[in-house]
């Protein structure tokens, strides 16, 4: 069936350096994807969206990047901090009602 | 309110019990979303409402599960006959128009549900 995936569940990085969180997903018609960050104890947030028709968004430290030629989706972090320590997930939408969610990727923050 | 609230934050029941949660989406937002996360996981699609129209069931996992949505605003999800393994954290999530409209979903701090 179809699928958002994530390539690595957890990724450490020092604080300051840059973070890249990675995607994959597999419905060549999905159209919206979208990145969100859950703290533990706390819903989801949104970070930053894109649609199918946009190679690269950015945002405040944050950026997106969307290659649909390989169906690959990545969120970098600028300067990472303590505060962005959480669970990234990616999710898509291929026209329908509901987001796809993927399994997630647990980034930590080292002093 | 000012966003989206969820009760009880925590539910610990005993395998067979009914649970109901809560969720009272951000006020004007036509959608809204139930999601469930198991320990570890990814969100799991359950259902949606948008407006007036007949809500999208199609993640519910079984006829045990139920949810409704009264005047437009609040919504509750009812497990009936709990099991062990519906034991996640549930979450809301509400937005202006639903995703036809790109609008941004703005979840809850979700429900814990453990049954024993």
């Known amino acids: 069936g179809e699928s958002v995936g994530l390539h690595l569940p957890t990724l450490s990085v020092q604080e300051g350096d840059n973070s890249i969180i990675n995607c994959a997903y597999s419905n060549s018609a999905s159209d919206y994807f979208i990145w969100y960050k859950q703290e533990s104890g706390k819903g989801p947030q949104f970070i930053i969206d894109?649609?199918?028709?946009?190679d690269k968004r950015q945002g405040q430290r944050v950026t997106v990047l969307l290659n649909k030629t390989v169906k690959h989706l990545s969120l970098q972090i600028a300067a990472t901090q303590p505060g962005d320590s959480a669970v990234y997930f990616c999710?898509?939408?291929?026209?329908?009602?509901?987001?796809?969610f993927g399994s997630g990727t647990q980034l930590t923050v080292l002093p | 309110g000012a966003g989206v609230s969820q009760s009880p934050s925590n539910k610990v029941t005993e395998k067979g019990k009914d649970v109901e949660l809560r969720c009272d989406p951000i006020s004007g937002h036509t959608a809204l979303y139930w999601y469930r996360q198991s320990l570890g996981q990814g969100l799991e699609f359950l259902i949606y409402f948008q407006g007036n129209s007949a809500p999208d069931k199609s993640g519910l996992p079984s006829d045990r599960f139920s949810a409704e949505r009264t005047g437009g605003s609040v919504s509750t999800l009812t497990i009936q006959r709990t099991q062990q393994e519906d034991s996640a954290v549930y979450l809301c999530?509400?937005?202006?128009?639903?995703?036809?409209?790109?609008?941004?979903?703005?979840f809850g701090a979700g429900s814990r549900l453990t049954v024993l």
């Open positions: 894109i649609r199918s028709n946009m």
């Open positions: 999710a898509e939408n291929r026209g329908e009602r509901q987001l796809t």
């Open positions: 999530a509400s937005s202006l128009q639903g995703l036809s409209g790109a609008n941004v979903l703005t």
